[in-house]
DNA sequence: AAGTGAGTCAGCCGATAAGCCGGGTTCTGT
DNA sequence: ACAGAACCCGGCTTATCGGCTGACTCACTT
């Protein structure tokens, strides 16, 4: 168990510059944080200085539509994913509940001067959040599971690799 | 029940400037204020100033055509809509149902000293509020449900999710 | 004139958020 | 291998904030 937990987040951040005038920032690997007993739990502190470079360490948080997990974008990667949302055509009853589900339970982050954020108890439940934490770079944004839902989600997956190349999307992908 | 009410309004509202023309807010978040015996209810306290500064603390409430809840925009936000509304050709059967529906049933709201609204007793019927109620921002409007009601609806779409994807709409998001 | 409905004000209660610190563990560098 | 430092975690603490309720007043209506 000490080697799973403790310090397995092996890729430090990214901040890309782009060109000369954009920024972005590339969140990768597996971090193992514990949720404390008021809700919050710690980011992996060598995120922390990129984070308070890139967004004044200020995320938002919202529900995974179809898996129970959070997402944590930096401020400036959600605005995107935001104005996104909203530019859909909001009669379409589809993209109406995919902005209530995004939009509505969206709620801001800041660390705080020990580098840990607080969850709103209404997302703790949507991820069925318990003790064990798993947080995943994923890109632009952080997937954040509890540990053992991801263990089996992980373990789901396996199982169905065999028919993961099935898919019209991945056939042209070369890795 | 305590960790469902009190302050879940994790989110502050936001006053996003465009460009140096124009101003727009964008609501996101959940709330659950409650309706008091004379039918108001109180917005969270911190968009108060910002709503102050940016419609006049004025909202237009409508009902939602195909949803028991209210809608509830800054009064800047309805004017846009009305007048998309009514720009719409007006033979048109659906499209004069729609006017009828949103045009009619809209009622101006203004905060009063304690930053609370009162809502017509018509539109109360409509989205059958009780006492307990769901607040969520959405872009440029709240949507206003009871809490039951919405529980029930989040519910029911969470089954749903496995379908979510098959609509072309949502097709090319990616988030 | 009385009653109903809306606006104002004030206080209470509860919840939450933020800060602080101490202990234990891990990692790093020498 | 050892010492130092950093960091993570958890508990406690306080204080601030916001929501709710109830009472009072005013205006309008019937």
Redesign the pocket.
């Known amino acids: 168990m ?1 080697g799973e ?5 092996t890729q430090p951040q990214k901040i890309v510059k782009m060109d000369n005038q954009t920024q972005s920032i590339m969140l990768r690997g597996i971090h ?15 995120l ?1 200085p990129e984070l308070a470079d890139y967004c004044d360490s200020e995320l938002v948080v919202t529900v995974d539509v179809d898996e129970p997990c959070l997402l944590i974008y930096p401020k400036p990667d959600w605005e995107i994913v935001q104005a996104k949302l909203m530019s859909l055509p909001s009669l379409n009853p589809q993209v109406r509940r995919l902005q209530r589900l995004l939009m509505g339970q969206a709620a801001d982050l ?1 660390l ?5 954020v ?1 969850l ?2 209404a997302l703790r439940d949507h991820a069925r959040l318990s ?1 064990q934490l798993t947080l995943m770079g994923l890109g632009n944004k952080f997937e954040l599971w509890d540990a053992a839902t991801w263990q089996q989600t992980q373990d789901a997956y396996r199982d169905e690799m065999g028919q993961l190349d099935s898919s019209e999307v991945l056939q042209d992908l070369s890795l």
């Not at 705080?112 to 840990?116: F, H, L, M, T, Y």
């Open positions: 000490v937990s403790g310090e397995l987040w193992t944080p514990t949720l404390d007993n008021k809700g919050r739990f710690a980011l992996p502190s060598r922390r800041k705080d001067s020990a580098g840990r607080l709103p108890s003790h």
